[in-house]
T-cell receptor, first 115, second 110 residues
Framework: NAGVTQTPKFRVLKTGQSMTLLCAQD?????MYWYRQDPGMGLRLIHY???????AKGEVPDGYNVSRLKKQNFLLGLESAAPSQTSVYFC??????????????FGPGTRLTVL | GEDVEQSLFLSVREGDSSVINCTYT??????LYWYKQEPGAGLQLLTY?????DMKQDQRLTVLLNKKDKHLSLRIADTQTGDSAIYFC??????????FGTGTRLQVFP
C-alpha cells in the first residue's frame, strides 16, 4: 500500500514548455486534490475531483488543467509554463469530501522550477 | 475573507511546551485541523476539532478553540526534536475545500 505517489519528484522547465504531473493513489479514494505551496504561504487549492471523470476549479486554477480518467489517477497539466508557476505541488486524496473527520492523505510533493 | 493566519516561527527548548496559534475569519467553519509537514515531505494530519468543541486532547497534543475570537491553538507538551516541522492550521466550511494557514515553523533546540 503505497498511499499517494507523485511523479516526477523534481522538474526544471523553460518558459513556454508543457508538462504533466501524475498523482496516483491506491486507497480507492473518491476525492483527489492538487495544491501548490509557495514560500510564506499556505497550500492553495488548484483543482480537485470528487470522483472519476469529474474535475472542479479551486482557488488558483488559471494556467492549469486536470483530468481524472481513472479513479486512482489525477493528472495536473501545465500547457505553457510560466516562472510564476515555480512552486512545490502536492497531491492529496480522501475517501469523503469536506467537512469531515476524514483525513486528506498527501503525496511527497513535486518541486517544479520554471526558468 | 478567507484568511487563516499564523505566526511564521516558533523556537522552544526540548522538554518545554510549544503553543502554536492560528486565527481564522469565517465563523461558519465546521472543522478545524492541524497538519504537520516535515522537511521534504507532504502534510500529515495531526488532529482536528469540530466547531462545537472547546478543547480536544490527544496524547501530547491539546487543541483549544475560541469561537468567539476565532482563535485556534495547538499545544505540544514535552516538545521533542522530532517535533521540529512546519505546522499548518486549516479550516473547512460546507465545501469540499480546505483553507490553509501560512504555516508556523517550529524549531526545537536542546
Amino acid at each position: 500500500n503505497a498511499g499517494v505517489t507523485q511523479t516526477p519528484k523534481f522538474r526544471v522547465l523553460k518558459t513556454g514548455q508543457s508538462m504533466t504531473l501524475l498523482c496516483a493513489q491506491d486507497m480507492n479514494h473518491e476525492y483527489m486534490y492538487w495544491y501548490r505551496q509557495d514560500p510564506g504561504m499556505g497550500l492553495r487549492l488548484i483543482h480537485y475531483s470528487v470522483g472519476e471523470g469529474t474535475t472542479a476549479k479551486g482557488e488558483v486554477p488559471d494556467g492549469y488543467n486536470v483530468s481524472r480518467l481513472k479513479k486512482q489517477n489525477f493528472l495536473l497539466g501545465l500547457e505553457s509554463a510560466a516562472p510564476s508557476q515555480t512552486s512545490v505541488y502536492f497531491c492529496a486524496s480522501s475517501q469523503t469530501g469536506l467537512p469531515s473527520t476524514d483525513t486528506q492523505y498527501f503525496g511527497p510533493g513535486t518541486r517544479l522550477t520554471v526558468l | 475573507g478567507e484568511d487563516v493566519e499564523q505566526s511564521l516561527f516558533l523556537s522552544v527548548r526540548e522538554g518545554d511546551s510549544s503553543v502554536i496559534n492560528c486565527t481564522y475569519t469565517d465563523s461558519s467553519s465546521t472543522y478545524l485541523y492541524w497538519y504537520k509537514q516535515e522537511p521534504g515531505a507532504g502534510l500529515q494530519l495531526l488532529t482536528y476539532i469540530f466547531s462545537n468543541m472547546d478543547m480536544k486532547q490527544d496524547q501530547r497534543l491539546t487543541v483549544l478553540l475560541n469561537k468567539k475570537d476565532k482563535h485556534l491553538s495547538l499545544r505540544i507538551a514535552d516538545t521533542q526534536t522530532g517535533d521540529s516541522a512546519i505546522y499548518f492550521c486549516a479550516e473547512s466550511r460546507n465545501t469540499d475545500k480546505l483553507i490553509f494557514g501560512t504555516g508556523t515553523r517550529l524549531q526545537v533546540f536542546p
